[in-house]
């Protein structure tokens, strides 16, 4: 089930990323960093009151820019209207409410979506009580004071959002069924994929890059079993925009992944494995889902008998993060492999629900010590006493340890492809708990 999104809107220079910051408190998610993945900070998640919830920084507001199709005030508003259960607008004490905070106010005062004005940068109510009061005229109905840079404020705040996030939707869910995001850049073929998958024409098909903004759920039931395929919006290369509409995809994306079982990342076999195809799949693994690397356009490349064998180095090379990912070389133009990829589906999906009992758990960690003995600092040697498998999709393991700060990473890294040898766990990532466990 996804989780509410709040998206933070306002011009530029008003605090709105020092305000993400405080709100995700400068932890960009609850799972520890991975070497080698590339992420773009735009969203991260976060949790009070016993909610957890993504937040969104959505850029800044740019009432004059040059796009002709649609200014980004627009694009950043509508953005947050669609993709956010709870917007934020903010704006900045000393500069008072100006023009680009009342065009903004407008265009969010029309959504149904809930909607708080902040006001950033009050360090002091007694000084600036009368400039803040100015804002009411937004007609956002009551202001927050708060200021980012100092902290102030922030627990008030978190509580009127947290009062405004939904309730869960158990009836939205689909019982039994799969349900697998599609993800990509743009012009990667996410929708002629889905459209060969469904055997109709689903969704829109267009050689313009971009041309899918939202999400569009399909289901269909293949062999007895039920899948929700997700399309999402992709991801353009930075230096190939002028505005920050891709910031947006990756929202989109964000909340697809989030919502899915599995994600299927689609590569251009044309383009090879670029930047973006990292940041995307940093999602996927970041969020825990179970994923597969399809490469696309295949029928469109000259190959002799070494082509497929390069293009999968390349790809353990670029995304080295993500090892345990199958790849598999489709065509969705003629549906070259789409029988595969299913049964890559359930077997990932299998696998993401893996558990193992702790006694065979143990038994594979006690080999492992004994042939690559736990590292020592400064003559003290980590101890693993044992293990458990505290919950699945994806599988996490908690250690007790002697001292959680003697764990290596190569070593966890370690313990991790004993596991994968064990028991297999394709296609899913795999996730450690360290806990200091006093024996004496």
Known sequence: MSKPVLAIVGRPNVGKSTLFNKIVGRRISIVEDTPGVTRDRIYADAEWLRHKF???DTGGLDPDSDDVIIKQIYRQAEVAMEAADVILLVVDVKAGPLDADKDAANILRKTKKPVLL???????????????????????????AVSSGQGLGIGDLLDEIAKRFPEPDEEAEIPDAIRVAVTGKPNV????????????ERLIVSDIPGTTRDSVDS????????????????????????EKIERYAIVRAVSSIDRSDVSVLLIDAEQGVSEQDSKIAGIAHDHGRASIVAVNKWDKIEKDNKTMDKFTKDISVELAFMAYAPKIFISALTGQRIDKLFELIQSVYQNHNLRISTGMLNDVLIEAMAVNQPPADRGKQLKIYYATQASVRPPKFVLFVNNSELMHYSYLRYIENQLRQSFGFSGTPLQFILRDKNLS
Do not use: C, H, W
């Open 54 to 56: 993504t937040v969104i």
């Open 118 to 144: 902040v006001v950033n940068k009050v360090d002091d109510m007694r000084k600036e009580n009368l400039d803040f009061y100015e804002f009411y005229s937004l007609g956002l109905g009551e202001p927050i």
């Open 189 to 200: 073929g996410k929708s002629s994929l889905i459209n060969k998958v469904l055997g109709k």
């Open 219 to 242: 289901l269909i039931e293949r062999g007895g079993q039920k899948y929700v395929f997700v399309d999402t919006a992709g991801l353009r290369r930075k230096s190939k925009i002028k």
